[in-house]
């Protein structure tokens, strides 16, 4: 089972059969297509730390929380640094980083909470996205993977403070690995490569050599190896399937674009207990 692509207010919010089903989560990953942002950043860029006009970001955050029922003030993000420290959201933190860049939770790629009502995000632009959700100890996370979140092996440090947290068991939990940049596109050299070698096992089944001096890396594939070696069943991963620099027209692609772009959002929130 893939991602669903839902038409949601003139934009696309992509979900998770599998989260969905379970009722207990509002979640998704937008795309570029129906904000207000302009040049570069056109149109639905969410992230504030790319140069765009902040009253443009907020307009843009304001209709990302509406697609998934919440509110603003209720929105955590983190200053994302491609490190591997994973950050408990509690309601102390509800709003950090929600409206600007500064009061973001600084030096964290992976958020995790057991609030309901608080919505996490993460912001992409062909980094792997990687949501969590435990449907027996009802907690979720999202952890921000890009090559160098992978090799540091973010998802299991996300999933085993979601152990010590929550009491999280791997072989229960649903992992969902949305759009990024796919192994048709991720090409690197040999330093890079090289890192992946020296802590990934079974590394070659995930890296492909057309270039010389050139390796097309498998991140989705990777992170997804990591999370079954770590206890999660096969069966309870959902892969999108989407490369972002092919799919350049949806989404935001740093390296399609050369650099200067926007940020699609991970969003994943627990539903408040109906009374
Ligand atoms: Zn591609």
Not at 33 to 55: C, M, T
Not at 115 to 129: H, K, M, N, R, W
Not at 179 to 189: L, N, T, W, Y
């Amino acid at each position: 089972m893939s991602f669903i692509k839902e038409e949601r207010a003139d934009t696309y919010l992509f979900t998770v059969p599998a989260f969905s089903k379970t009722g207990l989560v509002e979640h998704g990953f937008t795309c570029r297509l129906g904000g207000v942002s302009a040049g570069d950043f056109a149109s639905f860029n969410l992230a504030f730390h790319v140069g765009d006009r902040p009253e443009q970001v907020r307009k843009n955050r304001q209709k990302m929380v509406s697609l998934i029922n919440g509110d603003l003030a209720s929105l955590v993000a983190a200053e994302q640094v491609h490190g591997h420290h994973v950050s408990v959201v509690g309601l102390r933190e509800r709003g950090r980083g929600s409206t600007a860049y500064d009061s973001a939770l600084p030096g964290t790629d992976a958020l995790i909470t057991n609030v309901p009502g608080i919505i996490l995000s993460t912001y992409y632009a062909d980094c792997v996205p990687v949501f969590f959700l435990d449907p027996v100890h009802k907690a979720v996370a999202l952890a921000h993977a890009g090559w160098k979140g992978t090799v540091q092996q973010i998802v299991v440090h996300t999933v085993k403070k979601m152990t010590a947290l929550y009491g999280t068991n791997p072989a229960e939990c649903l992992a969902a690995i949305g759009p990024s940049i796919g192994k048709c596109c991720f090409q690197v050299d040999e330093p890079v490569w090289k890192q992946f070698a020296r802590t990934i096992e079974n590394y070659n089944k995930f890296s492909s050599f057309r270039v010389p001096e050139k390796w097309f890396l498998d991140l989705p594939g990777i992170n997804e190896h990591l999370l079954i070696q770590n206890g999660f069943r096969r069966e309870n991963i959902t892969q999108s399937g989407l490369c972002t620099s092919c799919h350049n027209d949806i989404f935001f692609s740093y390296r399609k674009d050369g650099g200067k772009t926007g940020r699609q959002a991970a969003l994943i929130m627990l539903k408040e207990r109906c009374h």
